[in-house]
């Protein structure tokens, strides 16, 4: 009886764990679409975007996020909500990798419903950089899930790409599209 139930948690843990997609999943999903090229008007980035995304950006948020852009498909509301946030941060921490780690605690210690599903490093151009991925869940299940890139810029400052889907039959696709643009990111 104990070595059925056993079983039976191991095969329950394989289903539930199994339904949840990787960083690299999401990064080598094949997508094919339109492209624009956007250059920041602080004039420090560009990025390739999907052609018809719209795109909003601030010069200056507070003292520690100096530059902000957001994109996203122009009918992004609803169940198929995908989202770009591109912010260049002023270092509160000292180092990129404090500023990580302490930046995904407070995300999770702010948010009663947020998990993280994991951290590793992506490749952008010949530089790997530290990336958590997150998931919104209610009871239990993912609705949302959000991956951020930390990139470092100069000694005081860095950028972070927050991609953000919700969870649906669209999830890798959209980030497909998300992960093409990021590896597109190039300073000036």
Not at 135 to 158: C, L, M, S, V, W
Not at 170 to 183: P, S, V
Request: charged share 25%; hydrophobic share 40%; glycine share 6%.
């Amino acid at each position: 009886m104990k070595k059925s139930l056993g079983i039976l948690f191991l095969l329950f843990i394989l289903i539930a764990c199994g339904d949840e997609n990787s960083i690299d999943e999401y990064a080598n999903a094949k997508v094919i679409f339109k492209k624009s090229l956007f250059t920041a008007s602080n004039n420090q980035f560009s990025i390739m975007l999907p052609t018809g995304w719209r795109r909003s950006e601030s010069p200056t948020e507070s003292d520690t996020i100096l530059y902000s852009m957001e994109s996203g498909p122009k009918d992004a509301l609803g169940e198929n909500f995908t989202y770009l946030f591109i912010g260049k941060m002023k270092f509160t921490y000292g180092t990129i990798d404090t500023e990580f780690d302490l930046s995904i605690q407070k995300i999770m210690n702010s948010t009663s419903n947020l998990r993280l599903l994991g951290k590793s490093t992506i490749k952008i151009g010949k530089r790997n950089f530290k990336t958590a991925h997150l998931a919104y869940h209610i009871d239990r299940e993912n609705t949302q899930e959000i991956i951020e890139i930390f990139i470092p810029y100069g000694k005081n400052h860095y950028y972070i790409i927050h991609m953000f889907s919700e969870r649906n039959e669209h999830i890798k696709g959209n980030f497909g599209i998300l992960f093409a643009c990021a590896r597109s990111f190039k300073f000036k």
